[in-house]
């Protein structure tokens, strides 16, 4: 039985090069999807917000190795950040923060096997953000991505690289929210070692 694993299926979406942009074209995928607000390092709802995801995540995948006989590698954490003002970031301002944290469902997962993994999930254990869970797509088209290396609150000077500088030159403006994908993981990688994509939705400027 062949594994999926979309960070193999669509290496492009997951990979990149520090200190090089790139140009993307990103498809349509399915989420899971938990909104918030807050300091992702403090705020008790980011917490709950990712326990909801793993746990209906991985009751997902097994359901659906039992009754559809396909397996697939639970996707990397993913998160889409935004601010009333987008400087919020450059800054790290993050109690200003807005977020929508989300875990990529392979396509041929439908709503209905959802529904009972999340319903599933909510017997074996209390999960706060649970009735927060959707599932839904999100198609962000040309995009401008990168590959940070380190930790998060480094992020800012390549942020400014991308908004200030890189997007201006190829006359893009900014469409959709800033995307995150998380490769490594906080709890066993020290943090100068960490690896996320930092993506951006763009449009050719007016």
């Known amino acids: ?50 326990e909801a995801l793993y746990s209906v995540s991985y009751t997902i995948r097994f359901a659906a190795k039992k009754a559809l006989g396909r397996v697939h590698v639970v996707g990397p954490l993913e998160g889409l950040w935004w601010a009333d003002d987008m400087d919020a970031f450059t800054a790290r301002a993050k109690d200003d923060w807005d977020w929508t944290m989300m875990i990529y469902q392979p396509e ?48 800012g000077p390549v942020l400014k690289r991308m908004h200030h500088e890189y997007m201006p030159e190829h006359n893009l403006t900014f469409t959709g929210k800033h995307h995150e994908i998380y490769l490594s993981d906080p709890r066993k990688v020290e943090a100068a070692k960490l690896k996320t994509i930092l993506r951006q939705p763009v449009v050719a400027a007016p």
């Not at 017997?123 to 290396?149: I, M, N, W, Y």
């Open 108 to 155: 041929w997962i439908s709503p209905d096997l959802v529904s009972e993994s999340i319903a599933a999930a909510g017997k074996k254990k209390a999960l706060p953000a649970l009735d927060r869970l959707r599932f839904e797509t999100l198609t962000e088209g040309l995009s401008v991505q990168t590959l940070h290396v380190g930790s998060y609150d480094d992020e």
């Open 1 to 50: 039985m062949d594994t999926f694993d979309i960070k193999k299926a669509r290496s492009a979406l997951y990979s990149g090069k520090v200190g090089e942009f790139t140009l993307l074209d990103v498809p349509e995928q399915a989420y899971l999807m938990v909104d918030g607000h807050g300091n992702p390092g403090t705020a008790v709802a980011y917490q709950q917000a990712l």
